[in-house]
């Protein structure tokens, strides 16, 4: 998860890191529903170098490895990066996992070194997307793909109840987990920013997509299920950083 000025604290990720380690490994929206998107997005990725932006505990990153991937993962929560470097332990050096900040510059990353990025519900905690969209483009190498999800913006804006649509505005949203109430805080904005964040940092935007769940959610949680099939919840975009 990112911090970004003004936006969520890495500590509450922290603090909640093993209880959504757990949710996140299993449940509909998770596992039968993000996870499917973004590597059907991703494509073959056997003997990539994928950066998985936000990795949380690793569970993408485990799914990339699994097919064939080479990974670096960052999250600002250290908490997470050590849940995702004992989930994927057994990739050994196929696998690297590292502390960072989305909101500052990676430094620590080369020039044209990734040839897929991943963002799994995460760029939605930052306000400013310009800085971290320049950072994604600098490391992927010319033709590369950032593939990422997040929260639709028209659930986000009928689930707060907004009455401006068109504003970026922070929101605090109250999560279950572990049995017991956690409070999350991101940024809900237009799609029209959306597109135009990712176009002002030089990616043509390839697809855009709206997934179905896979079918066997219907059985895991018919609820879930049926609003993944008839309200918006995630939006999904594959955009390529052309060759300059």
């Known amino acids: 998860m990112a911090d970004a000025p003004g936006g969520p604290d890495p500590d509450q990720y922290d603090e909640l890191a093993a209880d959504y380690a757990a949710h ?19 494509g073959d990725v056997a003997g990539a ?11 993408l990153a485990e799914s990339l490895l699994e097919r064939g991937a080479r990974v670096t993962g960052i999250d600002a929560s250290a908490s997470m990066v050590r849940l995702a470097r004992e989930r994927c332990a ?26 897929l990025v ?6 939605h905690y930052l306000e400013d997307w310009g800085p971290v969209l320049g950072e994604l483009r600098r490391v992927l190498r010319p033709g590369g793909a950032l593939v990422m999800s997040i929260h639709h913006p028209a659930e986000d804006w009928r689930w707060f109840d907004r009455p401006d649509y068109f504003q970026t505005e922070l929101v605090t949203d109250t999560w279950q987990l572990g049995g017991r109430p956690h409070e999350v805080r991101f940024y809900r904005r237009p799609l029209s920013q959306a597109f135009a964040a990712l176009r002002d940092a030089g990616f043509q935007v390839d697809q855009l997509v709206e997934p179905m769940p896979l ?14 099939t008839t309200t918006p919840n995630f939006l999904y975009f594959r955009a390529i950083s052309p060759a300059s």
Do not use: M, Q, W
Request: net charge negative.
């Open 24 to 42: 996140a490994g299993s449940s509909v929206a998770n596992a039968l529903y993000d996870r499917p998107a973004i590597l059907g997005l991703a």
């Open 49 to 59: 170098h994928v950066l998985d932006v936000g990795c949380a505990a690793g569970h």
């Open 90 to 115: 057994a990739s050994g050096d196929r696998a690297r996992f590292h502390r960072a900040d989305l909101a500052e510059p990676l430094d620590f990353l080369p020039d044209g070194t990734f040839d």
């Open 118 to 123: 991943t963002a799994s519900l995460v760029l």
């Open 215 to 228: 079918p066997e959610a219907r059985e895991r949680d018919p609820k879930v299920y049926a609003a993944l």
